[in-house]
């Protein structure tokens, strides 16, 4: 999931518009690959355990630029997988964010 989203952050710069986002995604979708931290085998909606950890980061890194681009992610990227249709689960799992949480969690621990 980091990867993937230092690439898009990389091709996008810092304009984290909808339009943006909503485009990486297309290229992602269209280049055959599945867009990460989406899905989840059993789960048909949001991962309660994604949800605790994007609690976690509005309360101790809201302004962190990588946090602020999954933000972003997480509100475009299930209408966009929706459209697309392959996907039955277009919601976040724990892996859409637990990269970026586990960065403050060391952050903040040893501060």
């Given at each position: 999931m980091?990867?993937?989203?230092?690439?898009m952050k990389q091709s996008?710069?810092?304009d984290l518009?909808?339009?943006k986002i909503k485009d990486y995604l297309w290229e992602t979708l269209n280049g055959g690959r599945v867009v990460p931290g989406y899905g989840h085998a059993v789960l048909r909606k949001t991962d309660p355990r994604y949800m605790s950890q994007r609690e976690f980061?509005?309360?101790k890194m809201p302004d962190d630029p990588m946090f602020k681009l999954v933000?972003?992610?997480?509100?475009?990227?299930?209408?966009?997988?929706?459209?697309?249709?392959?996907?039955?689960?277009?919601?976040?799992?724990?892996d859409a964010v637990s990269t970026k949480r586990s960065?403050?969690?060391?952050?903040?621990?040893?501060?």
């Open positions: 980091l990867n993937w989203l230092v690439k996008i710069g810092d518009s909808d339009q980061g509005l309360r933000s972003q992610v997480y509100k475009i990227a299930p209408g966009v997988l929706t459209e697309h249709g392959k996907t039955k689960n277009p919601y976040p799992n724990v960065d403050a969690q060391t952050v903040t621990n040893t501060s």
